[in-house]
Nanobody, 123 residues
Framework: QVQLVESGGGLVQAGGSLRLSCAASGRTFSSYRMGWFRQAPGKEREFVATISRNGGSTYSANSVKGRFTFSRDNAKNTVYLQMNSLKPEDTAIYYC????????????????WGQGTQVTVSS
C-alpha cells in the first residue's frame, strides 16, 4: 500500500495561484495511477485530475482545464497540482489519491486517499 500526505493548501485571492504537493511512501510509487479530487462543504467529492504512471499524460475536469496542471516526480515519490487563476468555486478540501487500476476518474477507482488540504479562494 501507499501512504499519501498532501500539503500546500491555504487562503488565496481570486486570480491567484497555489501549488499542492502530495508525498507518497513506498518503493513502488510509479506503479500507481495518481489523481486529485476535491470536496466542497455540502457537496460530493469530485474528480479534478489524473496522471499516468510515468507522467506522460494527464486528464483534468472541464472546470479546471487550462488553469490546473498535474505533474509527478517519481524519483521524489511526489505529485503536484499547480493551480492558477483560482476562483471562489475552487474552494474545497483537496485530496490526493492513488489507484491500482487502468484509470482513475472517480472515487470508486481510488484505493488510497490522503488526509486532504484546505484551499480557500476569496473574492
Amino acid at each position: 500500500q501507499v501512504q499519501l500526505v498532501e500539503s500546500g493548501g491555504g487562503l488565496v485571492q481570486a486570480g491567484g495561484s497555489l501549488r499542492l504537493s502530495c508525498a507518497a511512501s513506498g518503493r513502488t510509487f510509479s506503479s500507481y495511477r495518481m489523481g486529485w479530487f476535491r470536496q466542497a462543504p455540502g457537496k460530493e467529492r469530485e474528480f479534478v485530475a489524473t496522471i499516468s504512471r510515468n507522467g506522460g499524460s494527464t486528464y483534468s475536469a472541464n472546470s479546471v482545464k487550462g488553469r490546473f496542471t498535474f505533474s509527478r516526480d517519481n524519483a521524489k515519490n511526489t505529485v503536484y497540482l499547480q493551480m492558477n487563476s483560482l476562483k471562489p468555486e475552487d474552494t474545497a478540501i483537496y485530496y490526493c489519491a492513488a489507484g491500482l487500476g487502468w484509470d482513475l476518474r472517480g472515487p470508486s477507482d481510488v484505493n488510497y486517499w490522503g488526509q486532504g488540504t484546505q484551499v480557500t479562494v476569496s473574492s
